[in-house]
């Protein structure tokens, strides 16, 4: 096998909520490890999304203040750093941050002076809820608007797919589109057929999950044909119970109809993984190849949130340190 712990790779679906070390969330709770744990690590099988959800609640309270986003986001970074990641697009609900008493743009500030302060590429998505109101989440909007350009690249539709549907939000993509300001949409994991759709007629570049997608050949069609890329993360759809082991994960039949995807972890901490080991897992268990996952990699450049000349920076960048780690 592969060392792709030194492989460069690219994250581009990675929640910073779910991704809070567990020491932190015990030091900062003064509470034992094991126990945050227990609260935080979702089982190898929850019932549904919304269970795997309610793992993200502990997270939640701790992530109030300047002080702590900063550090939260700054060990992200350095743990990012540390798998091998060269680019991560991170994503969190900024209006989940404002309990302690701080506007939503001191939140995204904090975070980003946390990520700022480790030596490695990152930018911020800004997720909206399923559930909040239109008002709540056209404010998301405006706030990556005013932070375009600043460390925000991008908008995301996040939340309970199954009981709120994609459909509903047609209206702050709309504004979205009217703001250029662009976007991802979490459809095709809980949902199926009509969130999917939903999501490519906004006009959605990029899906989070997008697995259900494997069910629809016509879907498939328009997904290969638009060259819309699916942000797939093996681990959390076996735990969210969208697919039921690794060996039935559609992402190898995703893969050889030719579209364009990415492999992430969604979460490193409530599901306890990280890029490597998805990446070893699907070595062992679905045959990809060091070769594929280079593919993914130069997939998930040109899918970035970034302009054309980021882009090909970052893609030299990426194939010089492929050169060197093979000589
Ligand atoms: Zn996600």
Redesign the pocket.
Known sequence: MHDYKLMPKVEL???LD?SVRLETVAELLNREIVDVEKDMVASDKCLDLNDYLTKFAIAGKVMQTKENLRRIAYELAFDLKKDGVIYAEI?FAPLKHILGGLNASEVVESVLEGLFQVDIKTNLILCMMRGDNEKQNMEVIDLACSFIGRGVVAI?L?GAEAIYKTYDYKNLFEYAKKLQVPFTI?AG?ADGEDSIKSAIAFGAKRL??GVNAIFYPKLLEEIKEQDILL?I?PT?NIQTNVVKTLSEHPVRALYDTGISISI?T??RTVSNISLTEEYEQLEQILAFNYDDFVKMNIAAIKHAFLNDKDKALLLREYESLLNNINN
């Open positions: 679906h990675l929640h779910g994503r995301d996040a979490h994991e989070g999950h942000e993360c959390s992430s969604d979460n």
